[in-house]
């Protein structure tokens, strides 16, 4: 299990240096590429609840200035703090939930190598990309706050992250409108990660002599390609109760994962070719947007 998740942020680790070195993002400039090729170097895995936790052990022991048993609610809140504390601490580490890991759920070795990256890759490459977020990008690879850019990338940085807000801004959900965040961090996440899962999966494609017949599903006609971005959408397959629907709009930092879908395939000009989309319809646009 954690054999396959460190070989897949191996591979995505190795396209996103590919991206971070290309000529593509030379308005990085020196030293902030360097910074971040680093950060990326080394970045760490770990599956969370691969083995369970005593947390009575880990976190517990008497308060000072008082019992447990006298103020039990401050002892919850040392718990969630010291919690708190040891995620800070973990900087530069991608987390992965144990259940992603299981059997017919985000991967199998009977499913297409297209569906563990548009589900396990996805979603890898999405908690890596946090790591060069609007917010995160600001931290080195030691945790440490080190703002190493100059003011022309900080701009063009800006730009592009303007440029998903101003998408999402633009879009409806149940009859509202999505407000337009400053907080981008999950939306760039989704940005670089959908790149990367397919990028590296592409690279495994070419890798192999011929197109497997393992990569087609029983009674479906999708090419490996459509059956990559089917995968992320499918993985991202969930409702919201009606009632609730504009308090989560308000409040939540994830917009829809509608919306969130359709925003991705859109920024993807591989969406529009494997599903040979016309030219300037929704989901290919004239303009498109990209992070890095």
């Known amino acids: 299990m954690f054999a396959i998740g460190y070989h897949s942020l191996r591979e995505l680790k190795a396209t996103f240096q590919e991206i971070l070195s290309s000529d593509g993002v030379k308005w990085l400039k020196q030293p902030t590429q360097d910074d971040l090729l680093e950060k990326l170097k080394d970045m760490t895995f770990e599956i ?3 083995k369970p936790t005593n947390f009575e052990e880990q976190y517990g022991g008497p308060l000072e200035g008082g019992s447990d048993a006298e103020f ?20 530069n580490l991608v987390v992965l939930p144990a259940m992603y890991m299981q059997h017919r759920y985000f991967w199998d070795d009977a499913y297409p190598t297209a569906l563990r990256y548009g589900t396990l890759g996805f979603f890898l490459g999405h908690e890596m990309a946090h790591g060069f977020d609007d917010l995160n990008r600001l931290y080195d690879n030691h945790g440490n706050l080190r703002d ?3 003011p022309d990338t900080k701009l063009i940085f800006d730009h592009d992250k ?30 670089v990660g959908i790149r990367l899962a397919y990028a590296t999966y592409t690279k495994w494609l070419k890798l192999q002599s011929k197109v497997p017949d393992t990569e087609t599903l029983p009674n479906m006609s999708q090419t490996p390609q459509q059956l990559f971005y089917l995968s992320v959408a499918q993985s991202m397959c969930t409702d919201i109760l009606e009632d609730r629907r504009p308090a989560f709009v308000r409040n939540s930092v994830h917009p829809p994962n509608e919306s969130r879908v359709f925003v991705m395939m859109a920024n993807s000009k591989s969406f529009a070719e494997a599903f040979q989309c016309g030219n300037q319809t929704k989901l290919s646009p004239a303009h498109r947007c990209a992070m890095y």
């Open 48 to 50: 969370a609840g691969g």
């Open 72 to 91: 039990p609610e401050r002892k919850l809140l040392r718990w969630l703090h010291r919690f708190a504390f040891l995620c800070d601490d973990e900087a």
């Open 148 to 150: 190493s850019r100059s």
């Open 162 to 191: 303007n440029c998903l807000a101003d998408q999402f801004a633009d879009l409806h959900y149940s009859g509202l409108k999505l407000p337009k965040m400053e907080a981008q961090g999950e939306n760039i996440a989704d940005n």
